[in-house]
């Protein structure tokens, strides 16, 4: 089958929001295989330990590159205990410099609970404005409207879980179904 044949994986959603002292962390449950939804409960974020030093993380993508990609962070964060912004400058170099890597198609969003970021394999390490990035399908539809919620009286967690709602009923690639987790700044 060509690649244009092949219909591909499609769809994820991942927020993370900082508001309050703390970073959440959501993304949706679903995985789609062209116009049909293979799975509807898969775990998208999840939590690092390395070191000690915990770290959340949400990937759109692949499942194989961003699990690929996690076990490269993880070591990367090892060698450079409680360092999240080096250590995903790290990997955003050997990404965009390692044939092997180069072909990996995902985008990650982690925290430490201070540092908020966003890394593709274009090399960027990016610190999004505002408190708050997205990735994914429905990355766009998430981030205005957490973006419209940042200034309201809800916690961090309840503007995560309100646009990651939002996303859903839009992006036909998003599901409610969310895992989240959150970590203390």
């Not at 090399?123 to 309201?152: C, Q, T, Y």
Request: charged fraction near 25%; charge should be negative.
């Amino acid at each position: 089958m060509s690649d244009q044949e092949f219909p591909g994986w499609h769809g994820t959603t991942i927020i993370g929001v900082r508001k309050g002292g703390q970073v959440v962390v959501a993304g949706d449950g679903q995985v789609s295989l062209g116009q049909t939804v293979i799975k509807g409960t898969a775990r998208k974020v999840r939590r690092l330990s390395p070191g000690g030093h915990e770290v959340v993380c949400g990937f759109a993508g692949s499942t194989a590159d961003a699990f690929t990609l996690l076990e490269r962070l993880e070591a990367k964060l090892e060698a450079t205990p409680g360092q999240l912004a080096r250590a995903s400058v790290e990997l955003a170099k050997d990404w965009r410099t390692d044939k092997y890597l180069q072909k990996l198609e995902a985008m990650l969003i982690v925290t430490d609970g201070r540092d908020l970021l966003v890394i593709t394999g274009a090399g960027d390490v990016l610190e999004p404005e505002h408190d708050v990035a997205a990735i994914g399908s429905g990355g766009n539809f998430a981030l205005a409207a957490a973006r419209a919620m940042m200034d309201s009286d809800k916690d961090a967690e309840t503007v995560a879980r309100d646009a990651m709602a939002i996303a859903a009923d839009i992006c036909v690639y998003t599901n409610g179904r969310l895992t989240v987790e959150s970590i203390d700044g």
